[in-house]
């Protein structure tokens, strides 16, 4: 393969990690799988930046960022599975659709 497949494949393959993870943030209905998809939404956001710095030939920066991307990640994940947690507290079915009940 040439260079410029493996690109092509690389970039295509982030974006669709990354709408993957978008369609099930979207579609599940609940919290734990839509952490899932989050979580498979920042992958593909990793590879593009992995991808983006590995084509403009700057991997240094790239690796640095990426680092950077897995800090917030950590950091998000963390705040999810607390959310998670309290939700289960209230509701054990785990639906987002009966959180609206949590209003005011």
Same mark, same amino acid.
């Given at each position: 393969?040439?260079? /410029?497949?493996?690109?092509?494949i690389?970039?295509a393959?982030s974006? $669709?990690?990354?709408?993957?993870? $978008?369609?099930?943030? $979207?579609l599940?209905?609940?919290?734990?799988? &839509?952490v899932? +998809?989050?979580?498979?939404?920042l &992958?593909?956001?990793?590879?593009?930046?992995i &991808?983006?710095?590995r084509?403009? /030939?700057?991997?240094?920066?790239?690796? +640095?960022?990426?680092? +950077?991307?897995?800090?917030?990640?950590?950091?998000?994940?963390?705040?999810?599975?607390a959310?998670?947690?309290?939700?289960?507290?209230?509701y054990? +079915?785990?639906?987002v659709d009966?959180?609206?009940?949590?209003?005011?």
């Amino acid at each position: 393969m040439t260079v /410029e497949w493996i690109d092509t494949i690389n970039t295509a393959a982030s974006v $669709l990690l990354f709408f993957i993870g $978008l369609g099930g943030l $979207l579609l599940q209905r609940r919290v734990v799988r &839509q952490v899932f +998809s989050l979580k498979i939404m920042l &992958q593909g956001v990793t590879l593009g930046l992995i &991808q983006a710095g590995r084509m403009h /030939e700057d991997l240094r920066f790239a690796q +640095s960022m990426v680092i +950077s991307a897995l800090i917030v990640e950590a950091v998000v994940i963390a705040v999810a599975l607390a959310l998670i947690v309290n939700v289960f507290r209230h509701y054990p +079915s785990g639906d987002v659709d009966h959180l609206n009940r949590l209003r005011g």
